[in-house]
């Protein structure tokens, strides 16, 4: 356990640039407290004490804005930096060395039964205010960008915008070719299809009209 905690300060040293000590980390950061408090509830739901563990969960929740619950599995080194908001539920899976920014949800859609939150890779990050809902799988060095909300797999060494998230670099390389300018306009477009349908049927008419002369 000491081990652990001494490895998860080296990681917040490591990523944040503001971390000016140890014993900083140690007392201030919620982020940090928050990953200690997992990992005492954790190991308290895995000898089946799931109301202690849910306790030491939700006093952890009142004093780090952070919610994770303990039946979580979670890798060496994650680094929720800030934290406030920051939710991860029952199911979810997360590898090593992931970073996780305020406000992000690793959540459910409600549609799903047994595994219901996502599981993620190694090296992946999460934006701020992004949420990842659903038993989806986010690859290895992923980057989910701040306030995307991730419906579908997203694929190793990406990175995925927007509402609903798509994958925008895959291995370095630009993939997306939407233009955002030339935005085709959806009532123009609709309007030009019921013309077209009027002109069909004023042709029809007129056929049938000189039919019957």
Known sequence: MFRTIKEDINCFLARDPAARSALEILFLYPGFKAICMYRIAHRLYRHHLLFLARWVSQRCSKKTGIEIH????????????????????????????VTIYQGATLGGTGKDVGKRHPTLGNGVMVGAGAKVLGPLQIGDYAKIAAGAVVLTDIPPNSTAVGVPARVV??????????DQIHVP?????????????????????????????
């Open 70 to 97: 303990p039946a979580a599995r979670i890798g060496r080194r994650l680094f929720i930096d800030h934290g406030t908001g920051v939710v991860i539920g029952e199911t979810t899976e997360i590898g090593d060395d």
């Open 169 to 178: 670099r895959l291995d370095g390389v630009r993939v997306d070719s939407f």
């Open 185 to 213: 306009d959806p009532v123009a477009q609709e309007i030009a299809r019921l013309e077209a349908e009027i002109n069909l049927l004023k042709q029809s008419r007129e056929e049938n009209s000189n039919e019957n002369l």
